[in-house]
């Protein structure tokens, strides 16, 4: 099996009607990458779009991640388990890739 990891960009969450902020990202997103670490450490082929503020990673299997400009992730970074979504918050034009290893001490 593939491990792989999905990740897609947003440039900002849904403002309800009155102008209140709610934790939903505004769809559709800027960009989706898809990242394949079935044979190590992996990384999103492209940095993060400049106006990307939030990321959503899903996964299908436990691994452990990192966000940087050049990302090395190791099994003591940021651990996710299988079917895991998590949404994060990036720095604006900073050129990011989130890069993923699998951890199968956690799961």
Avoid: H, W
């Amino acid at each position: 099996m593939a491990l792989l990891a999905t990740v897609s960009e947003y440039q900002s969450i849904l403002l309800m009607v009155g102008g209140q902020p709610i934790q939903i990202a505004l769809e559709p997103p800027l960009a989706e990458q898809v990242v394949d670490f079935t044979g190590g450490a992996a990384s999103t082929q492209n940095p993060f779009n400049d106006a990307t503020s939030i990321i959503r990673i899903k996964v299908n299997a436990p691994c452990s991640l990192q966000v940087a400009t050049a990302p090395s992730p190791t099994t003591s970074m940021q651990p996710m388990g299988t079917s895991d979504i998590e949404f994060k918050g990036v720095a604006v034009g900073q050129r990011l890739k989130v890069g993923f290893v699998s951890n199968t001490n956690y799961a």
